[in-house]
């Protein structure tokens, strides 16, 4: 069984993807992908390059993160440029990924953690999707928190992400992670059991 999982930033996906992992599943994680195809070498880096120029690049020629994140979250052009880039090889990975985890056990629940999977229009792939939730309020916090970010760095961060409220209205299964460690964990372990997974 091959579920989506998905949030907003700051939500808690790693969290929840870790509990998932500890129970048995299998996790292909779209956020390790992209950090593979912009490394140094990769063609999507030589083209993002291209596109915003040597200033995203560090002195020994890896991604300066926080120089694109900039020059990204401010402009929704650029923004769409780099998702243009980077999302059919991200795409193709996790699709790859996935269905070789399917083959090589049937009987294996394998969670894709994609943080983008509605706004990527990914959710097609999926038949189930758990959605990661916690109130706008608390990501700006955590974020800030996280990320050492001012609150408007914040909130440009989430106007690039699809509304959580609207998320959590398209999911398939919820786990709200404004509160504890406890309480999440509880939430996975009854859908583990709703899901009928071993």
Known sequence: MIIGLTGGIASGKSTVSAMFVRKGAALVDADV???EVMLPGHPVLAAAVQAFGERILQPDDSLDRAV????VFRDPEALKTLNNLTHPAI???IKDRMYTLEQEDPQRLVIVDIPLLYESELDSLFD???VVYVPRRVQLARLMERNGMKLEQAEDRLRSQMDI???RRKASHVIDNSGNLE???RQVAGLWDKLGLL
């Open 33 to 35: 992908i992209a950090r």
């Open 68 to 71: 694109l994140g900039e020059i």
């Open 91 to 93: 795409r193709r990975q």
């Open 128 to 130: 189930q999707i758990i």
């Open 165 to 167: 409220e609207l998320k």
């Open 183 to 185: 309480a999440t964990e």
